[in-house]
């Protein structure tokens, strides 16, 4: 024991040096982070929460992460270097939380083979290259997988799992869909199982609850402070035309080109849904990864590069293809 312990312990080590070199070398600081930067800086100034003073105008779609960047200004820090070094804790932790991301979909859950996942994680050049840029994507990826862990963990859902989907929507509008998706996968399951409707709308609502305590009140906030319901980047940007639908299906077959293993990763997913003992918890990996991919291909990508809107997904994509190679290559 004490020796896979340790033969653990090193092959942490070296993806996380891995990791590390792979950060070095993007080491790219995207100008959209000062956005979020300047935000936090006029309202610890007394401005408000606003870009130009005077403006309200919700030029931002990561409230939580400009809350969190109002805390070096407060205190005197240096906001650049703090914002990178959330980014390098939260994809720490990203990776870490893969490894138990897998045993979660697994049906051997303490199968040392699932060290691969964090390593293919750490190996990843998307995530290394959006660990340093400043802005609030590894922390997304990390709270959608916290999420998503901890339904598959446990089975069911709690107020645990709201909240930590509610702090998703805090920091990326997309975190809703996440949320919604898997009370849906919770709902047809109960639904479908032994229990009456009712009880099984009843178990629904301990994480609604969690989700809506964190949510409803930036809801209200947006709307009294900036009188928009969303952000106004959704209305300087969001559409669905054959020109995004172009643009996505382009943005969504270089992520599956360059980090999805030539397209095969989702097709790892689908293999999952034929095995009954990682059905249950496959199908809902399934719905989460295609539900982004089609989310994304449908409002066009992105126009920052290294497939940033896939990058909530990754963990699930990566611990799906490990678990489909453990039982292909060890049954």
């Known amino acids: 024991?004490?020796?896979?312990?340790?033969?653990?312990?090193?092959?942490?080590?070296?993806?996380?040096?891995?990791?590390?070199?792979?950060?070095?070398?993007?080491?790219?600081?995207?100008?959209?982070?000062?956005?979020?930067?300047?935000?936090?800086?006029?309202?610890?100034?007394?401005?408000?929460?606003?870009?130009?003073?005077?403006?309200?105008?919700?030029?931002?779609?990561?409230?939580?992460?400009?809350?969190?960047?109002?805390?070096?200004?407060?205190?005197?820090?240096?906001?650049?270097?703090?914002?990178?070094?959330?980014?390098?804790?939260?994809?720490?932790?990203?990776?870490?939380?893969?490894?138990?991301?897998?045993?979660?979909?697994?049906?051997?859950?303490?199968?040392?083979?699932?060290?691969?996942?964090?390593?293919?994680?750490?190996?990843?050049?998307?995530?290394?290259?959006?660990?340093?840029?400043?802005?609030?994507?590894?922390?997304?990826?990390?709270?959608?997988?916290?999420?998503?862990?901890?339904?598959?963990?446990?089975?069911?859902?709690?107020?645990?799992?709201?909240?930590?989907?509610?702090?998703?929507?805090?920091t990326r509008p997309e975190g809703w869909m996440f949320f919604g998706l898997t009370v849906a996968h919770r709902g047809v399951r109960l639904l479908l199982g032994p229990s009456s409707s009712t009880v099984a709308l009843r178990g629904l609502w301990p994480p609604t609850v969690g989700y809506a305590a964190l949510v409803l009140p930036h809801l209200l906030f947006r709307w009294l402070y900036y009188g928009y319901p969303l952000p106004n980047t959704f209305y300087a940007k969001t559409g669905v035309s054959l020109t995004y639908l172009e643009l996505g299906l382009r943005y969504t077959g270089d992520f599956l080109a360059d980090y999805g293993l030539w397209g095969l990763a989702p097709i790892a997913v689908l293999g999952l849904l034929a095995r009954r003992r990682t059905r249950p918890g496959a199908s809902y990996v399934a719905l989460l990864i295609f539900a982004n991919v089609a989310y994304v291909t449908l409002i066009g990508g992105d126009t920052l590069v290294e497939n940033r809107l896939h990058l909530p997904v990754l963990a699930l994509l990566s611990a799906a293809v490990v678990e489909t190679a453990r039982v292909t290559l060890l049954r």
């Not at 790219?28 to 870009?51: E, H, P, T």
């Not at 703090?82 to 979909?105: E, F, Q």
Request: proline share 3%.
């Open 1 to 170: 024991m004490k020796r896979h312990a340790l033969a653990a312990f090193l092959l942490l080590v070296c993806a996380g040096l891995l990791f590390a070199v792979l950060c070095a070398r993007y080491d790219v600081l995207q100008d959209d982070a000062y956005i979020s930067l300047v935000y936090a800086k006029n309202l610890v100034d007394g401005v408000g929460l606003v870009f130009n003073p005077g403006e309200r105008v919700e030029g931002y779609t990561n409230f939580s992460w400009v809350m969190l960047l109002t805390l070096p200004h407060a205190l005197g820090l240096d906001a650049v270097v703090v914002a990178r070094t959330l980014g390098v804790l939260a994809a720490s932790a990203l990776i870490l939380l893969s490894w138990r991301l897998a045993s979660s979909l697994s049906s051997r859950p303490a199968d040392p083979a699932h060290l691969a996942t964090p390593c293919l994680l750490a190996a990843n050049g998307a995530l290394a290259f959006w660990t340093l840029s400043g802005m609030e994507t590894a922390l997304f990826a990390l709270l959608i997988t916290a999420g998503a862990v901890r339904y598959l963990q446990r089975g069911e859902l709690d107020g645990w799992t709201g909240i930590l989907f509610g702090l998703a929507a805090l």
